[in-house]
């Protein structure tokens, strides 16, 4: 019998992340990929009667006009991966997937990322909040409708926004929709994308720094409509890095100093990070980890560089100074050199993954077992180590496997 198939929904569809996920996940369907970088496919996984990927079909939202096709195809030249020779035997599943792509919400995303928008995105700005979740939520359920799909996971990977007013705190679900209703209302895109979102059945993953349903009024609304979610910001290089060396100098009693991290890399997400309104979020998210692992606040500095050459190359180069018994002072520095979206997106067709088996089991509200994916992940008491967050996802396979 075969097994209904499952949406995946991208905000930013045709982005750097969005593409090569799509790529990725039409070449395992073909069979013309190893599962090397994804973490579903480890062995002590296997048992968990997880979601074949010939099960999903991608749709999504996007501000741009362009398609699968033209991106991967910058990709390969301008960033050096792909094989061309795939893309074209993958390019009928692309088109597939670009004939599901409907326009994107504006709504507070800054200047920078207004600019890169269509001419026909732009006429939209002065759309409401509630006329925008109505057209998102149409959007979603025709692509379910449509394509016969058990559920949708809704994967926010639009460039990163400003960070909305403190004042925005949304504690609950009535907050949350007075200000939906609200004149000229403060929310930002990717909280409008995630009210639609699990208003309309589906479950949300949010792998950017942006606010997304990091909000309480979230919670509430993913179990009033029995769906999932989690987040934000996804952990590939430079924290990932972090978030395992920090518990080695405490482990050691080694005083650290100072920890200074350089970010340089030259694609889309560079671009709308040069913005210092929009370099804030993400700086934000990657300098919290080291006061929560080693119980106070040495000297930090984290820099994002736009270098446009650099195309989807990430350089982190990273310089920790400690002290050692005696007080003696010594260093550990280390290059991080990595195709930005090749290690993002097997990580978001795991999530992908991971979270559908979680909606197959009845479970709603949030997902705090898929810490390890995040630089700050939602929830309260998640321990900030890498090692710690990863047993809490064998502890759910444990759990899902002796249901």
Known sequence: MTQQRIGIWFLGAWGGVSTTTAVGLAALQRGMSSSKGLV????????????????????????RETGYDDEAMKL?????????????????????????????????????????????????????????????????????????????????????EPSPNSTLTLESLADLETQIETENTALPAS???????????????NFTPSKSSNF?????????????????????????????????????????????GHNIFGNMDGKVLDD????????????????NILGYKPQSLVTIEYI????DWKTAWDHIHFQGFLNTPMTLQFTWQGCDSLLAAPLVLDLVR????????????????LASFFKSPMGEDIPPTFADQIRMLDS???EVTSD
């Open 276 to 291: 210092p309104v929009n370099k804030a979020s993400k700086v934000e998210s990657k300098d919290h980890l080291l006061a």
């Open 40 to 63: 579903s496919a480890l062995p002590k996984f296997e048992k968990l009667d997880l979601a074949n990927w010939d099960q999903f079909l991608i749709g999504g939202h996007e501000i």
């Open 216 to 260: 309480p009024a979230f919670d509430e609304l993913a179990r009033k409509n029995k769906v999932l979610h989690t987040g934000r910001d996804g952990k590939t290089g430079e924290t990932l890095l972090k978030s395992v060396l920090a518990p080695m100098f405490a482990d050691r009693n080694l005083n650290v100093m100072s920890w200074v």
């Open 354 to 369: 991971f979270t559908e088996r979680d909606w197959r089991r009845g479970n709603s509200g949030l997902m705090t077992h």
């Open 76 to 160: 390969a030249k301008e960033s050096r991966v792909f094989d061309e020779a795939m893309l074209e035997k993958i390019s009928p599943q692309l088109g597939e997937f670009d004939a599901n792509v409907r326009p994107g919400c504006l709504m507070n995303v800054g200047d920078r990322i207004r600019s890169f928008a269509s001419s026909t995105m732009k006429s939209r700005r002065a759309e409401s909040a509630s006329v925008a979740i109505k057209r998102i939520s149409e959007d979603l359920k025709e692509f379910q409708t449509r394509n016969d799909l058990a559920h949708v996971v809704v994967v926010n990977l639009a460039s990163t």
């Open 308 to 311: 446009e050459s650099l195309g």
């Open 396 to 398: 759910w396979a444990d």
């Open 191 to 205: 909280t409008i994308y995630a009210y639609a979102a699990m208003k309309s059945g589906c479950s949300h993953i």
